[in-house]
């Protein structure tokens, strides 16, 4: 069965560093996204992307953040300049569509800000 | 904020039948909906979803009584394996995002 597939599973960065992660969704799949969840937190919306634009984004998702699909199979998250508190496990989704077509998560990377 | 009510916790026996509640009292015609479950910190997991019928698939079935206020999930068989925390959302077919309440968590004990 097709799955979502994150790059690297674990991901330790010093503060103030950049960082990419990086997802490749189900193939024939159309729309894409971030989501995040801090350790023992609710799992929290950051962004969506369509047609190589963002088509919704969260407040978390400020200008520290961007996204971009360099190629046609992979997904990033950047974090410009890291914090402590963007210590997380992040989690892309993608789906066919989104009407009526569930999103299917791949199984994160934890980002661990030092 | 989630649209939905769910059960903290719950306990299941191996090999019962599981059934998880959810309450969304106020949903639109036009939203679905959508089960997921999360085993440790794995990524959420799809199981199933619906607008207004009843659905099964090979994970499990879905109730949504005929208001469409709550819904039940089964699980008809439940295994250890399917000790997770189960997030019932209520998602309109033009929304991007899933808004993940804080789910129930199913213990299933031998």
């Known amino acids: 069965e097709p799955e979502v597939t994150q790059t690297p599973s674990h991901q330790v960065t010093q503060m103030g560093q950049e960082v990419i992660l990086r997802c490749v969704p189900i193939s024939n799949h159309l729309y894409f996204y971030w989501y995040r969840q801090i350790l023992g937190q609710k799992v929290e919306f950051l962004v969506s992307f369509y047609n190589n634009e963002i088509s919704e984004k969260s407040e978390i998702f400020d200008d520290q953040f961007s996204v971009e699909r360099p190629d046609g199979s992979n997904f990033t998250l950047k974090i410009r300049s890291t914090k402590l508190e963007d210590s997380a496990m992040y989690f892309c989704?993608?789906?066919?569509?989104?009407?009526?077509?569930?999103?299917?998560f791949g199984d994160g990377t934890r980002l661990s800000i030092l | 904020d989630a649209k939905t009510t769910q059960p903290t916790s719950m306990d299941c026996a191996e090999g019962r039948a599981a059934n998880l509640p959810c309450n969304h009292s106020?949903?639109?015609?036009?939203?679905?909906v959508y089960w997921y479950r999360q085993i440790h910190s794995q990524g959420p997991q799809y199981i199933i979803h619906g607008l207004k019928n009843n659905e099964t698939n090979e994970m499990a079935s879905l109730i949504i009584t005929e208001d469409r206020k709550s819904s039940t999930l089964i699980l008809p068989h439940a295994t250890l394996r399917d000790t997770a925390v189960y997030y019932c959302i209520v998602r309109d077919n033009a929304g991007n995002m899933l808004t993940f309440g804080g789910g129930t968590r199913l213990m299933v004990k031998p």
């Open positions: 106020t949903i639109s015609g036009n939203e679905y």
């Open positions: 989704a993608s789906s066919g569509d989104r009407n009526n077509q569930p999103q299917h």
